[in-house]
């Protein structure tokens, strides 16, 4: 099995940043891709970036330029981290970690983003 914990989140206002880091543990060495996933009240979620055990990375378009995400393994742990930069109302969602390994997909708990003034 996989357990991601996410951390950050909070409330930032229109043009700020803010970092998401995600700690994945158990089955770490199955896991293919990892990501970064939201929803926002009354909408579906939706990928806003991933990155592949080889460095592949997805951005939606909304994100690009402005997000970036990386990851790096130590300890028994991967983390993926998102940078979120130049934040804008319409980024406000709760934010989901999230992984798909050999032994299936894990979500994170989800973590509150909102931008406001």
């Known amino acids: 099995q996989v357990q991601l914990v996410e951390s950050g989140g909070g409330l930032v206002q229109p043009g700020g940043s803010l970092r998401l880091s995600c700690a994945a543990s158990g089955s770490i060495f199955s896991i293919y891709v990892m990501g970064w996933y939201r929803q926002a009240p009354g909408n579906q979620r939706e990928l806003v970036a991933s990155?592949?055990?080889?460095?592949?990375?997805?951005?939606s378009d909304s994100v690009k330029g402005r997000f970036t995400i990386s990851s790096s393994r130590d300890n028994g742990k991967n983390t993926v981290n998102l940078q979120m930069n130049s934040l804008k109302p319409d980024d406000t969602a709760v934010y989901y970690c999230?992984?798909?390994?050999?032994?299936?997909?894990?979500w994170g708990q989800g973590t509150q983003v909102t931008v406001s003034s």
């Open positions: 999230n992984s798909h390994s050999r032994v299936g997909i894990t």
């Open positions: 990155i592949t055990t080889g460095g592949t990375i997805t951005y």
